[in-house]
């Protein structure tokens, strides 16, 4: 019966073995981090703290993002595209079946749309509700974060928008720019102008159009197909439909084996790899060896495809064991989540490979049940809670020692070694510079992108807010702050720009208080002078004399308290 398993699940009905009804599932629906060029941080809706996060990461509804100076960053989600510049926040406040809703506080983001998805696209900023009413290209620059009226720009590079708020609502086409007040007091058009932030948006989107296509491989809403095409060949076997090659792998290369395990909720251990396209072949679909060559099978072509957080089956003995390891699923076998969830999210998350399920049966499955079981990888338990990359961390286990290891229904006995490293942002108004923990390195074995052009910087003060370059101008390149920020960091005001075409703020990350579907910034409790208040270095409204000027006045009166005793005039004025 076990050598049959494999090819005999589509017909077969099965038990649901630790699934409940009554759970509440994980997301269905997730983005990523698809590409860093400096330090990105991440903030959960149930974090006291903001962390270092990295490339292949999963982003879910109530996590906010926040892109240090001289940093761009971009997210995927599905076809969605959001690429950040330097010193932006994001939140997502909503990402599901119900669409997309971002926020955008402070900073620059820019929005491409390959097509419209379910649900649609929305984006909340200080002027009112953005809705992308078409695929295109949109330009949104919120400005500095704590400068009250400081008026919302909008670009539209291609597509067509449309803007709602307190005075109603207007539409916004292809080559059309706009500036607006805060509650729409104002409003002003024009052309559109793109900026280098654009340009280097567009640059990646053209690289993305230049890959040959996918379209019927997989679903648009797929997160991580982006970088297949350009990574990769597909092909088509007659046993599994459409399959997905990776060209540029190590001769010892094998799913699940390059990367890190991290804890991320709600799911709880979830694989993140080090390759920049190895997100969608990990997070769906099946793997296995074709033609002599590692292949990827996305399986039947589903419209909203259910993400996983490592497609594997785990093996090992008891709780106490020292070591873990995982085998990669193979085309129709059953993914038995290691995580609570309803009835319903399994057959969701197994339709694509696996059909008629109507309960999934774990007892007495061991290794070699799974057409990948030579693909086993092993590491000690210290490895995978830390986090350690895996592929240099591998344990040799002799043949036949796997054979029998029966396969782990869930993963309570691994808990995360140590707490997330709090991620370098803007220290709060009015703190002291405190030591900076060194963040968790994550994994990327891919070149970084060059660095926009330094441009000499002053000793970095607390608090000191930088102008606002012109347009045009290169990044500049920023000290690393000296302390970790509160969850909610409090910005600083800089002056509003001018120009329609919108510059590159220099502002600090305003985090909203997740996980609120409409949060409001709440401003942390520095002392304001005004409400437009002018960086200060000292809390302090009158600075203190210096120790050094007490000093010079006390030997001044004593040398004239001497001159007075030797002249004998003990009453100089």
């Given at each position: 019966?076990?050598?049959?398993?494999?090819?005999?699940?589509?017909?077969?009905?099965?038990l649901l073995a630790g699934a409940t009804t009554a759970a509440a599932d994980p997301p269905s629906r997730v983005g990523r981090i698809s590409d860093i060029e400096?330090?990105?941080?991440?903030?959960?809706?149930?974090?006291?703290?903001?962390?270092?996060?990295?490339?292949?990461?999963?982003?879910?509804?109530?996590?906010?993002?926040?892109?240090?100076?001289?940093?761009?960053?971009?997210?995927?989600?599905?076809?969605?595209?959001?690429?950040?510049?330097?010193?932006?926040?994001?939140?997502?406040?909503?990402?599901?079946?119900?669409?997309?809703?971002?926020?955008?506080?402070?900073?620059?983001?820019?929005?491409?749309?390959?097509?419209?998805?379910?649900?649609?696209?929305?984006?909340?900023?200080?002027?009112?509700?953005?809705?992308?009413?078409?695929?295109?290209?949109?330009?949104?620059?919120?400005?500095?974060?704590?400068?009250?009226?400081?008026?919302?720009?909008?670009?539209?590079?291609?597509?067509?928008?449309?803007?709602?708020?307190?005075?109603?609502?207007?539409?916004?086409?292809?080559?059309?720019?706009?500036?607006?007040?805060?509650?729409?007091?104002?409003?002003?058009?024009?052309?559109?102008?793109?900026?280098?932030?654009?340009?280097?948006?567009?640059?990646?989107?053209?690289?993305?159009?230049?890959?040959?296509?996918?379209?019927?491989?997989?679903?648009?809403?797929?997160?991580?197909?982006?970088?297949?095409?350009?990574?990769?060949?597909?092909?088509?076997?007659?046993?599994?439909?459409?399959?997905?090659?990776?060209?540029?792998?190590?001769?010892?290369?094998?799913?699940?084996?390059?990367?890190?395990?991290?804890?991320?909720?709600?799911?709880?251990?979830?694989?993140?790899?080090?390759?920049?396209?190895?997100?969608?072949?990990?997070?769906?679909?099946?793997?296995?060896?074709?033609?002599?060559?590692?292949?990827?099978?996305?399986?039947?072509?589903?419209?909203?495809?259910?993400?996983?957080?490592?497609?594997?089956?785990?093996?090992?003995?008891?709780?106490?064991?020292?070591?873990?390891?995982?085998?990669?699923?193979?085309?129709?076998?059953?993914?038995?989540?290691?995580?609570?969830?309803?009835?319903?999210?399994?057959?969701?998350?197994?339709?694509?490979?696996?059909?008629?399920?109507?309960?999934?049966?774990?007892?007495?499955?061991?290794?070699?049940?799974?057409?990948?079981?030579?693909?086993?990888?092993?590491?000690?338990?210290?490895?995978?809670?830390?986090?350690?990359?895996?592929?240099?961390?591998?344990?040799?286990?002799?043949?036949?020692?796997?054979?029998?290891?029966?396969?782990?229904?869930?993963?309570?006995?691994?808990?995360?070694?140590?707490?997330?490293?709090?991620?370098?942002?803007?220290?709060?108004?009015?703190?002291?510079?405190?030591?900076?923990?060194?963040?968790?390195?994550?994994?990327?074995?891919?070149?970084?992108?060059?660095?926009?052009?330094?441009?000499?910087?002053?000793?970095?003060?607390?608090?000191?807010?930088?102008?606002?370059?012109?347009?045009?101008?290169?990044?500049?390149?920023?000290?690393?702050?000296?302390?970790?920020?509160?969850?909610?960091?409090?910005?600083?005001?800089?002056?509003?720009?001018?120009?329609?075409?919108?510059p590159h703020p220099q502002a600090a990350p305003q985090a909203a208080p997740p996980p609120a579907p409409h949060p409001q910034p709440q401003p942390q409790p520095?002392?304001?002078?005004?409400?437009?208040?002018?960086?200060?270095?000292?809390?302090?409204?009158?600075?203190?004399?210096?120790?050094?000027?007490?000093?010079?006045?006390?030997?001044?009166?004593?040398?004239?308290?001497?001159?007075?005793?030797?002249?004998?005039?003990?009453?100089?004025?």
């Open positions: 019966m076990k050598a049959a398993l494999p090819t005999a699940l589509c017909a077969l009905t099965l400096g330090s990105l941080s991440i903030h959960h809706a149930e974090g006291a703290q903001w962390e270092a996060t990295g490339l292949n990461y999963p982003v879910i509804a109530g996590d906010s993002l926040w892109t240090a100076p001289s940093t761009r960053a971009e997210i995927q989600i599905g076809a969605t595209e959001i690429r950040m510049d330097q010193t932006t926040e994001v939140d997502l406040a909503r990402l599901g079946e119900a669409g997309a809703q971002l926020r955008v506080d402070a900073g620059t983001v820019n929005l491409s749309l390959a097509y419209l998805p379910p649900g649609g696209v929305e984006v909340i900023t200080a002027a009112g509700m953005l809705q992308l009413v078409q695929p295109g290209d949109y330009h949104i620059d919120a400005g500095a974060a704590g400068a009250p009226g400081q008026p919302v720009q909008i670009g539209v590079i291609s597509g067509d928008a449309r803007l709602s708020g307190s005075q109603g609502t207007f539409a916004l086409h292809t080559g059309q720019a706009a500036q607006i007040g805060q509650a729409m007091a104002t409003l002003t058009l024009g052309p559109y102008s793109p900026s280098p932030f654009d340009a280097w948006a567009m640059n990646r989107v053209q690289q993305e159009q230049a890959a040959p296509a996918v379209a019927g491989y997989t679903s648009p809403d797929m997160t991580g197909v982006q970088d297949l095409a350009a990574n990769g060949q597909w092909s088509q076997s007659p046993d599994y439909g459409p399959v997905w090659i990776p060209t540029a792998v190590a001769p010892d290369w094998a799913p699940y084996r390059f990367g890190h395990w991290a804890f991320v909720a709600p799911w709880g251990w979830t694989w993140i790899d080090d390759a920049r396209w190895g997100f969608a072949p990990f997070h769906y679909g099946r793997w296995v060896q074709w033609n002599g060559r590692w292949a990827w099978c996305p399986g039947h072509l589903e419209e909203r495809p259910v993400y996983a957080p490592a497609l594997v089956a785990f093996i090992g003995g008891s709780a106490d064991a020292l070591s873990i390891g995982w085998v990669p699923l193979g085309p129709r076998e059953v993914f038995h989540p290691y995580y609570p969830v309803s009835e319903t999210y399994v057959r969701a998350i197994n339709v694509a490979h696996v059909t008629n399920i109507t309960q999934v049966n774990v007892t007495n499955v061991t290794v070699n049940t799974y057409v990948n079981q030579h693909a086993v990888t092993v590491v000690s338990n210290n490895n995978f809670t830390a986090a350690q990359p895996v592929g240099r961390n591998m344990l040799a286990t002799p043949a036949g020692h796997l054979a029998q290891a029966p396969v782990l229904t869930n993963l309570a006995h691994l808990t995360p070694a140590s707490a997330p490293a709090p991620a370098a942002a803007p220290v709060h108004m009015g703190a002291a510079p405190q030591p900076q923990p060194q963040p968790q390195p994550q994994p990327q074995p891919q070149a970084p992108h060059p660095q926009p052009a330094a441009v000499p910087q002053p000793a970095p003060q607390p608090y000191v807010q930088p102008a606002a370059r012109p347009q045009g101008q290169p990044a500049p390149q920023a000290a690393a702050p000296s302390s970790p920020p509160p969850a909610h960091p409090q910005p600083q005001a800089v002056p509003a720009p001018a120009a329609v075409s919108p520095a002392p304001q002078a005004a409400p437009h208040p002018q960086p200060q270095p000292q809390a302090a409204p009158h600075p203190q004399p210096q120790p050094e000027q007490h000093e010079r006045e006390r030997e001044r009166a004593e040398h004239e308290k001497r001159e007075d005793h030797e002249n004998g005039h003990e009453n100089r004025p």
